[in-house]
């Protein structure tokens, strides 16, 4: 950057000099008030400014939502990797720890990052199979109802109700309207 500090001499003739400075300004001296975290300096819009405390997610849903071709070998390699090289709209899980955020990183420009929340609480062993996983990063886990006497009962006499439409009987009548629909 250029800055252009003109000085008026008072030397006998009265001319203009005008001395040029090249090279960068001194940031520390705009930028005074910065707070260092790690190898970040963050400067805060009021000097008591504090940020709300934020829990990291643990898990990231990682969705595919650019093409592979045309892209340099090392992204294809870090999207196979990841196993978003099939379909476009595929999605993975992906653990949140460093070495997986600098992959994710590389590629940012051809995925879509979700944190996963669990809103009713993360899933035990028995609740894998009552799991599912929202496009907006929710795990929803449904616990599993043991069976019900009540339930078990009202099954059975479901079952062993003369008046039930059974599979065999729907067909029967829907082949008679067919063959006499009048």
């Known amino acids: ?102 992959r994710l990183w590389k590629i940012k420009h051809l995925i879509q990052v979700t944190p996963i929340t669990f809103p009713h609480g993360e899933p035990t062993e028995n609740d894998i199979k009552h799991t599912w996983l929202k496009e907006n990063g929710e795990c929803i886990v449904t616990k599993e109802i043991g069976p019900v006497e009540d339930r078990i009962k009202s099954l059975e006499s479901f079952e062993k109700d003369p008046k039930r439409l059974d599979t065999d009987l729907l067909k029967r009548d829907s082949r008679m309207k067919w063959q006499n629909p009048w």
């Open 1 to 102: 950057m250029m800055s252009l500090k003109t000085v008026i001499s008072t030397s006998g003739n009265g001319c203009l000099q005008a001395i040029r400075h090249y090279g960068k300004h001194n940031k520390k001296f705009l930028y005074k008030d910065g707070q260092r975290c790690g190898n970040i300096i963050y400067y805060p819009r009021t000097p008591d400014h504090q940020d709300p405390p934020v829990e990291p997610a643990k898990l990231f849903r990682v969705q595919r939502i650019k093409p592979v071709k045309g892209n340099p070998y090392w992204e294809k390699r870090l999207l196979k990797e990841l196993g978003l090289d099939g379909k476009q709209g595929d999605f993975t899980v992906v653990k949140n720890i460093p070495e997986n955020n600098a």
